[in-house]
């Protein structure tokens, strides 16, 4: 830049690289662009308007020079910095053709046809019109950065479009190359008309020449091999025609081999004669709105696909969606304030002209001049043009189009996906172009629904002998829940659940309390879980309605967890009446709602064991308290807990089996805590009884064994909320709980978790006998009773050589602890994440 600036530094050599060299480098990339310009004009510009009616029979040549002003536009936006791509090459897609002969035919249809100047002015303002609506909704999606929006739309509709264009460009094919009076019908006049005299060799010839075409492009990949093949077809038809036949062009022209020749001075910017304001019909403009509309929408889909597969071609890591959605705005706003038409980013010219030189700003700036030149050339040359020459390219186009529609996507798309593409490219080819994509967006939402409600939105289910809560119980107590905890049964549902999915879960539901299914697995609770549920609508809100009265008439209660009334599942429940206290969705009662699945767990459990304890009351015949301490009578929202009363039912049975062989042991009693003790214990003194209580099951020493650490236990009474340490404190002792509740809370990297400690256990073993800090931080829930081993007396236990024995026995015993709630853990965890 420094010549340009300093003009006194100038030389011969640095004029000849600046003015020569620099320019005349992309010129073989000028060449193809512009030949691609050129036949994109004959196949796209020449079919612009619908030529077939009488009134467009003479706009071919305007509608080329439309498209030449299109390109010019689009190319001198993108090559002057709007796009990042240096070597963009932007022109009119083909695909906007059909919406065009739409607009086309509706004005004609709403204006009738005793006014050719008034509609011709008002379709070429309407194809204006249309491109700056295009380019105003690109911009606004790139201004604010919605490009990414574009992605949501189904790519099987994106295919069915494009084969839609695909069969409109070969019946539009037909219509060129047998020049057809008006658009091709499926009529007998139609199928007459073409299979008469010369006619059906205009047609049928450019078919077959446009495949072999594409087979030869799919075997040689050149960039010269079409304008190679066009040429020689031209010259092939001339040496014929002319050299074998002896016709002269005034014949072909006649017989509608050669395209008419322009009318002598029609100027390059003929078309905008045809805006005459003073003549259009607005009214007719109005109703080619949707249309329009339609046309935008289509076009948007080009670009998230074209420019990141032109970013990946060029290796260009800095592509900006948002941008190109900018650019594109402006030069379609830009392209239809000049009178124009939509333009976009094409990634094949693009591809063909970077590979042969043209990935600079200055080449798109050469190829946007030579552009011009040639639409300033006018439409003289049309007159010498061949029929079949645009119809071999359009035809090419569409069979292209029809495969990557049709044969492309066969086996790789669902089979209901495949059957909407093929409906969509047929209604849009043949009948519609707006109802093709109305039908296909349709269809998209029918199959999403149908594959949706095909995927379970049951993610698994687990019975209560897997699914355990990490409560921190007894081990009598486990044995019990591990036996009787078939009457739980959890599922986990996920996804989002809406009219089509919920019907497998009731029919599931179903099947569980069928009389067969129920007598041989009777449940008591069964355990709705929503932590991988996203979202509910009204229909599968009011199933769940349904389904909680079909399992309150077997007694069945249904629970729901992860659950919260103030999240968008629980105000779903509560707007159908579900969570209602008064009416309980009408006819039942509510289900019990817990935040969590654990809360959910330990719910179930508490009743199944405060039925076993009124159980074994009953059978001892004992008046004794029926709810005892170690088991919550209420949940987290105060709600009572209830139990199955009928003694007969498979469920009491169950729970009958269960107890009987858990509690029911020769010798032994019950105390105040639902904790088996053998009748010869019952006059010991504490800790004494509560260490044999607790480590029954986990060590096979006496009475008298234990009786030597009794004196290393201090006892300690707490009050409901008092804290006993925290996550990070140095463990100052080992417990065991007399009575009370505890409740633990774990605030970890990976999440929250808690565990409640009842009566009959231990807690803090791990950290105290490994030395290590607290995990987790440990709360009365209740008023408490606990027995500690401190740190200072567990020294002395250790090194006593009357204790070392029973030192070594509780550290035994602590790793067996820690290895089963290590156990309970990963269960529970696991379960959760399942």
């Not at 858990?662 to 509560?690: A, D, M, V, Y």
Request: hydrophobic share 45%.
């Amino acid at each position: 830049m420094r010549v340009v600036r300093d003009p006194k530094s100038w030389n011969a050599r640095s004029i000849l690289k600046y003015c020569v060299i620099k320019p005349a480098k992309p010129l073989p990339a000028v060449f193809v662009g512009l030949l691609l310009n050129i036949l994109d004009g004959l196949s796209y510009g020449l079919i612009l308007f619908p030529t077939a009616y009488p009134i467009f029979a003479k706009t071919a040549p305007d509608g080329i020079s439309i498209f030449f002003v299109s390109c010019i536009v689009s190319q001198l936006i993108y090559s002057l910095g709007g796009s990042i791509f240096k070597g963009a090459v932007g022109s009119e897609m083909i695909e906007v053709v059909p919406f065009f002969h739409k607009m086309a035919i509706l004005i004609m249809n709403q204006m009738g046809e005793d006014h050719p100047a008034a509609i011709l002015s008002t379709v070429i303002t309407s194809y204006a019109i249309s491109s700056i609506i295009t380019g105003a909704i690109f911009f606004v999606l790139g201004i604010l950065k919605l490009g990414n929006l574009v992605n949501f739309f189904p790519r099987s509709i994106t295919a069915g479009c494009i084969g839609g264009v695909g069969l409109f460009l070969i019946l539009t094919g037909i219509e060129v190359s047998a020049q057809l009076e008006g658009d091709f019908e499926f009529s007998k006049e139609t199928f007459q008309e073409l299979f008469q005299g010369e006619t059906i060799a205009q047609w049928i010839i450019p078919i077959a020449l446009a495949v072999l075409l594409i087979v030869i492009r799919a075997r040689w990949h050149s960039t010269f091999v079409l304008p190679a093949y066009i040429i020689a077809v031209i010259a092939i038809f001339y040496i014929i025609f002319m050299g074998i036949v002896h016709r002269d062009m005034t014949a072909l022209r006649e017989t509608t081999w050669v395209f008419q020749k322009p009318e002598t001075g029609v100027p390059f910017y003929n078309f905008y004669s045809y805006y005459r304001f003073d003549l259009v019909g607005w009214g007719a403009i109005a109703k080619t709105l949707p249309t329009m509309f339609a046309l935008s929408f289509f076009g948007i889909i080009h670009v998230p696909i074209n420019v990141p597969a032109l970013g990946m071609f060029t290796r260009e890591d800095d592509v900006d969606l948002n941008r190109e959605f900018i650019a594109h705005g402006v030069s379609n706003a830009l392209s239809g304030a000049v009178g124009s038409i939509q333009n976009y980013l094409v990634y094949a010219n693009s591809v063909l002209f970077i590979e042969n030189g043209g990935n600079s700003r200055l080449a798109g700036i050469e190829l946007a001049i030579a552009t011009t030149a040639i639409w300033m050339v006018g439409p003289g040359p049309i007159g010498y043009i061949p029929v079949m020459v645009v119809g071999i390219l359009i035809y090419m186009l569409g069979i292209e189009l029809m495969s990557e529609a049709l044969w492309d996507t066969f086996g790789k798309v669902h089979k209901l996906e495949y059957l909407m593409i093929v409906i969509v490219v047929f209604v849009m080819g043949i009948y519609d172009f707006v109802v093709g994509i109305a039908v296909g967006i349709i269809l998209a939402c029918a199959i999403y629904v149908v594959q949706t409600a095909q995927k379970s939105a049951i993610r698994g289910s687990y019975s209560g002998e897997i699914a355990e809560s990490t409560v921190r119980r007894h081990p009598v107590h486990r044995q019990f829940l591990h036996q009787a905890g078939r009457q739980i049964y959890l599922t986990k549902l996920a996804g989002y659940l809406f009219f089509g999915s919920v019907v497998a879960v009731e029919n599931r539901i179903r099947q569980l309390i069928d009389e067969k299914s129920f007598s041989s697995r009777p449940i008591r609770y069964l355990i709705f879980d929503f932590s991988h549920v996203t979202g509910i609508d009204y229909s599968a809100a009011e199933s769940f309605n349904t389904m909680n009265r079909i399992l309150r008439r077997k007694d069945v209660e249904m629970v729901l967890s992860s659950v919260a009334t103030s999240d968008d599942i629980g105000r779903s429940f509560t707007m159908v009446g579900l969570l209602d206290e008064e009416t309980g969705g009408n006819e039942a009662p509510p289900p019990k709602v817990f935040e969590d699945l654990n809360g959910a767990l330990e719910h179930c459990e508490n009743e199944l064991l405060m039925a076993a304890k009124m159980r074994a009351d009953m059978a001892a015949h004992k008046e004794q308290q029926s709810q005892p301490h170690n088991i919550p009578t209420s949940n987290q929202n105060g709600q009572p807990f209830n139990f199955d009363g009928s003694f007969n039912s498979p469920r009491r049975q169950l729970i009958h089996q269960a107890a009987t062989h858990t509690f029911n042991q020769p010798g032994t009693t019950f105390n105040e805590h639902n904790i088996i003790t053998p009748t010869g214990w019952r006059s010991l003194p504490q800790p004494l009884l509560l260490i044999l209580q607790t480590f029954r099951g986990l060590s096979d020493k006496d009475l008298d064994f234990w009786s030597r650490v009794v004196p290393f236990f201090e006892k300690r009474t707490l009050k409901a909320g008092d804290v006993l340490y925290r996550r990070g404190d140095v463990p100052d002792g080992f417990y065991l709980l007399e009575s009370g509740l505890i409740h633990v809370e774990y605030e970890l990297e990976q999440g929250h978790y808690y565990e409640t400690i009842v009566p009959g256990t231990t807690f803090g073993e791990l950290p105290f006998f490994g030395d290590t800090d607290r995990t987790g931080t440990v709360a009365c829930e209740r008023d408490c009773v606990v027995w500690c081993l401190t740190r200072e007396r567990w020294g002395g236990l250790q090194r006593d050589e009357r204790t070392a024995d029973v030192a070594l026995e509780l550290l035994k015993i602590g790793f067996k602890l820690t290895s089963e709630r290590m156990n309970a853990i990963t269960s529970y965890v696991l379960l959760a994440l399942a």
